[in-house]
């Protein structure tokens, strides 16, 4: 789903930021400090730019963080003569006056991971909170983490929004940096390659400051005698596993190994995404040779990667050929530039055709029969409408047919039996689920697709029950098969969440195999990555296996759904105490409650005009439906009364509940006249609720204001 990264991990090995050696720690940190002096000496007046290469500057730089009571901070506001900022790509970066101060202007972006890069090397080991302030013409606008970790290269978003032309918006958040990690940079990016207006970046430590002069090393778990997966269920459907193409290549063999010894099938996580084949340097060199075919590039990790899959008789699920996100800009203009106009329909489809073309043919020629199923298209439904994603260049250049376009072609050129598939994830929810069957159908019609593909991003509070009753709705309207094609299960953040989530594992195999057992065509199963500290939710710990390769109770869930035995409670199990407890906020402090719904929407303190004290919440940004979120879990199968003060210049605000793919209405209230005005409504949540959260919204993208929020249990009437 998105880009594969490497993050901390938990037992058997630890990144417990509280549990190093501390009497060490002012040496360490004294040592540090003149180790960062010095690489900032090395580096000064230089930028670091994609691909490895240099490019000259136009601005002073400096590596070098700042540093207070020994512990690291940056603090970047352009405003001085030297700057901590460093190309990323072949870009042009520039300091400019910008609404009264200084900017950092980032210009010359050709692909969507352009931008600027900060050093973060100081900060390994320690959990950050990072933000930025952006101004783009682009749809999106992300603030991301990379390093490098066990010879692979991890990226994640730390937060992610909309960008607004003509205004700044602010993306930031948490995330953990892990003590073996090397080459650490935060940066932005954003999807599209207009310019990037940044200001005000930060980087702080959250909690205690533990320096680590110099990376960790990791003591590999023995795995060899780990029961093997793909022997377990060979009589029930495919297990597979997404990865890199550095885990072939890597000296670090233990990971390949794991994967081999346990999954049948492998998923490449971006290698086969758009953005990892189109060359944009020869559509760029000579646009006319390439205008109607663009040039593709298979590199020498992925070959290496297929390679080792042939030779080891793994089978390769392509991902993917068609999708809004990780496929370059410049692919929809004239010419392939940006700066030009959108290409016209009759282009975009004659585009869309070779490639696809020149992908599958290639696989097939190279790899045959090594396929067994291609994405064809990702992602195409909206959240909150669930239509057909309508802000896509896809669907702005060749307009609502273009999924059913990219199926056909699909199967014009896909070898002897290759499975087609359509791929979405939240696929179990029910307004969701109804917008994929209404795109598919006419595809399903034609006979161009063979499969859904229900990515499994989600959390022990999901219900097991409508998701497989989501697969079979699937198959019995479309007469398709089933895969499961991106499991990974969050972790509850309380105690025992190790062995929750062990259990959820159970609960979701077991369901899995009776779906199959009743006639439910689920052929393959595949999990989104082979370690915690690999996966793109890794403060999550979704995964089966410890960044050590030890297996976690998760992965003991998987094989005793199996063997139709239940996974033992560990002696040390303290089950988790419900809480009660109210949730209230005058938005007086440094943090509030709640959060984006959908992370397109923002909220910030403000002080103009609240109803009571000095501060109050400030909601603006996304679309009308993401609004400002709540999680009230804790309440399920309780009653609960919401009350808070509104303002906006919407016709009104809107306090409507979510509750596992529905959204009942709680209550509305007339915000036409600008006032601060009360709302406030009851519901009883469902026992049998699998996640709750309430959430404000409004009719229109205005921005609203919140200020004494209060939810508690009460009675039922």
């Known amino acids: 789903m998105i880009k594969s990264i490497i993050m901390p991990h938990k037992n058997p090995l630890r990144y417990d930021q509280g549990g190093k050696n501390m009497s060490r720690r002012n040496n360490r940190s004294a040592l540090y400090r003149v180790v960062a002096l010095l690489l900032a000496i090395c580096l000064f007046a230089t930028m670091l730019v994609g691909c490895g290469k240099d490019k000259d500057v136009t601005e002073e730089v400096t590596t070098s963080v700042k540093w207070e009571n020994e512990i690291p901070y940056v603090s970047e506001d352009f405003e001085g003569s030297t700057h901590t900022a460093f190309a990323r790509g072949e870009v042009t970066m520039e300091v400019v006056d910008d609404e009264g101060g200084k900017a950092l202007k980032v210009g010359n972006r050709v692909e969507n991971w352009n931008g600027a890069n900060f050093t973060a090397e100081e900060f390994r080991g320690n959990s950050i909170a990072a933000s930025a302030r952006v101004k783009t013409d682009n749809p999106a606008i992300h603030l991301s983490l990379q390093y490098d970790l066990a010879g692979s290269t991890s990226y994640s978003w730390i937060g992610s929004g909309d960008g607004i032309p003509g205004a700044y918006t602010s993306v930031g958040g948490n995330i953990d940096i892990p003590a073996e990690a090397t080459n650490i940079f935060v940066y932005v990016e954003a999807d599209g390659a207009a310019d990037l207006y940044i200001d005000d970046v930060s980087i702080k430590v959250n909690g205690e400051y533990t320096p680590y002069l110099v990376a960790e090393e990791i003591e590999y778990t023995d795995f060899n005698d780990y029961p093997a997966l793909k022997e377990l269920y060979a009589d029930y459907f495919d297990i597979g596993c997404a990865i890199p193409d550095s885990y072939v290549g890597n000296s670090n063999q233990q990971y390949i190994q794991l994967v081999t010894n346990q999954f049948s099938t492998i998923t490449m996580e971006n290698e086969f995404?758009?953005?990892?084949?189109?060359?944009a340097a020869a559509c760029k060199a000579e646009p006319e040779k390439y205008n109607e075919s663009p040039a593709v590039v298979f590199d020498d990790a992925l070959v290496a990667t297929l390679d080792y899959c042939r030779d080891n008789g793994i089978m390769v699920r392509g991902h993917t050929l068609t999708w809004h996100s990780q496929t370059p800009e410049w692919l929809f203009y004239e010419n392939y530039d940006t700066k030009g106009k959108y290409a016209?329909?009759?282009?975009m489809l004659k585009r869309m055709e070779n490639y696809i073309k020149s992908v599958l043919t290639w696989c097939e020629d190279n790899y045959p029969g090594m396929f067994y199923a291609w994405d064809v298209t990702n992602e195409a439904i909206d959240d909150g409408s669930s239509k057909l994603r309508s802000d896509v260049p896809w669907t702005k250049t060749v307009g609502q047919d273009w999924v059913e376009y990219a199926f056909k072609f699909a199967r014009q050129y896909a070898g002897k039996g290759v499975q087609l598939f359509y791929n979405d994830y939240n696929a179990y929810q029910a307004a969701k689920s109804e917008g994929?069957?209404?795109?598919?159908?006419?595809?399903a019609e034609a006979g161009n697709i063979d499969g859904v593909g229900m990515q499994g991003h989600i959390s022990t509070g999901t219900n097991i029950e409508q998701f497989v009753a989501a697969a079979n709705k699937y198959v019995d309207e479309l007469g398709v098969v089933l895969n499961v094609t991106e499991l990974d299960i969050e972790m509850p953040k309380k105690d025992g969440g190790e062995y929750l989530q062990g259990v959820y594992f159970n609960d979701f195999f077991s369901a899995l195999i009776a779906e199959k057992k009743a006639g439910l065509p689920l052929e393959n199963v595949t999990?989104?990555?082979?370690?915690?500290s690999m996966s793109w939710k890794a403060d999550k710990y979704p995964l089966l296996f410890n960044g050590d390769l030890s297996n976690k109770m998760a992965f003991d869930g998987v094989v005793c759904a199996v063997n139709g035995t239940i996974l033992p409670v560990p002696s040390d199990y303290v089950a988790p105490v419900d809480d009660f407890s109210p949730i209230y906020d005058d938005y007086e402090g440094d943090k509030f409650v709640g959060r984006s719904r959908f992370g397109g929407s923002k909220q910030e303190f403000v002080t103009e005009n609240p109803y009571e004290g000095e501060k109050c919440l400030r909601n603006y940004g996304g679309e009308t439906y993401e609004g400002y979120s709540i999680d009230v879990d804790r309440f399920i199968g309780k009653t609960i009364k919401i009350s808070a003060y509104v303002r906006s210049s919407c016709e009104m605000?809107?306090?409507?509940?979510?509750?596992?793919?529905?959204?009942?209405?709680?209550?509305?209230?007339?915000?036409?006249?600008?006032?601060?005005?009360?709302i406030e409504g009851t519901y009883e949540i469902p026992s049998d609720a699998s996640v709750f959260s309430i959430y404000f919204e409004t009719p229109t993208t205005d921005d609203f204001f919140i200020d004494n929020l209060s939810i508690e249990m009460v009675e039922a009437e």
Not at 527 to 532: K, Q, S
């Open 344 to 347: 016209s329909r009759e282009l």
């Open 273 to 279: 995404k758009p953005e990892g084949l189109l060359d």
């Open 653 to 678: 605000v809107c306090l409507t509940a979510e509750i596992d793919g529905v959204w009942p209405r709680i209550a509305e209230v007339d915000t036409s006249k600008g006032d601060w005005v009360a």
């Open 436 to 443: 994929i069957i209404e795109l598919l159908k006419p595809i």
């Open 527 to 532: 999990i989104w990555g082979l370690t915690d």
